[in-house]
């Protein structure tokens, strides 16, 4: 009677405590309630938990990969290195084979080299016999996310979400060439410091610092030699002036111009104009 409408385990307390008592009321309840089949099977999906990848030790040593599209009538197989956040993204046009996944992952390994573990969902192309030997290959550990739970692929579902938007933030802005918008959000992805590391993934990945268009408006910072030239424009000098099959001798000149720290345009006294290093090149004086 009291569980006749298959009403939540609060509810039916509530309305046994209004009409009657026993001893393990509430015990008796609960169990009532696991063994409803009816309320089994209609049972509410359990708040999620989930557990975190453990950090690499180092980068490109575990990847994520995922599809993303159709976006600009491509494909696009999505590829994230794990430790710093550096994607990649191939053009599949609209062929997500095993052949043409495994022909993008030999280019990527050209680049980079084979990683140590690569995370994808069940898709067919990832678990197909010729991945399973392209794996086998490179000594690549596979490991597959559960059906119907992307989460647990989250690195590279976050940034397929992040790719999409990208894409479209580009065509709403008027660009056409979809080479143009893949290397826009790459860029700015790949060039910009990611919230989770600090550091941008190009950075990270590449173990030095882009030289980006923020970069080129900075000043230049003084070196830590300043070279003083030896020489002064309207000094007397003398110069090595060489001769065909004759040992070179020494000509009066005068420094014209201050190419560089080191190097010198002079004239002679016939007026004319030599390149010359300061090494070829010695102090005259007057007397």
């Known amino acids: 009677m009291l569980h006749r409408g298959h009403i939540g385990i609060i509810k039916m307390k509530h309305l046994a405590r209004t009409c009657c008592w026993w001893p393990n009321i509430d015990k008796d309840i609960s169990d009532m309630i696991k063994s ?11 708040k999620p938990t989930f557990n975190s990848w453990k950090e690499p030790k180092q980068v ?3 990847l994520h990969m995922d599809f993303a ?3 600009m009538n491509s494909k696009w197989l999505i590829i994230v290195d794990a430790k710093s956040k550096f994607p990649i993204v191939v053009d599949m046009k609209n062929n997500t084979s ?8 030999e280019q990527v390994i050209d680049w980079f080299g084979p990683p140590q573990t690569l995370v994808t969902d069940n898709g067919p192309p990832f678990n197909s016999y010729e991945m399973k030997k392209f794996y086998d290959k490179y000594a690549i550990k596979h490991i ?3 059906p119907y739970h992307p989460a647990s692929n989250g690195l590279a579902e976050r940034f397929v979400r992040s790719f999409k938007e990208g894409m479209l933030k580009e065509q709403q802005a008027g660009q056409t ?9 790459l860029r700015c992805y790949r060039w910009t410091p990611h919230t989770s590391t600090g550091l941008s993934p190009a950075n990270m990945m590449l173990s030095y610092n882009i030289r980006t268009e923020f970069d080129i408006m900075k000043p230049d910072e003084p070196t830590e030699r300043q070279y003083q030239p030896k020489y002064t424009v309207g000094q007397l000098v003398w110069t090595l002036k060489h001769q065909l099959n004759n040992r070179p001798q020494w000509v009066e000149a005068i420094i014209v111009k201050s ?6 345009e002079i004239q002679l006294n016939d007026g004319q104009h030599y390149k010359r290093h300061q090494n070829q090149l010695r102090p005259r004086y007057l007397s």
């Open 144 to 146: 597959t996310s559960p």
């Open 69 to 71: 599209g159709p976006i």
């Open 177 to 185: 060439n979809k080479f143009c918008s893949i290397r826009n959000v």
């Open 98 to 105: 095993a052949k043409y996944v495994r022909d993008a992952l």
């Open 60 to 62: 490109w040593s575990r």
């Open 259 to 264: 190419i560089s720290s080191m190097i010198y």
């Open 36 to 46: 409803c089949t009816i309320c089994s099977k209609l049972q509410p999906l359990q």
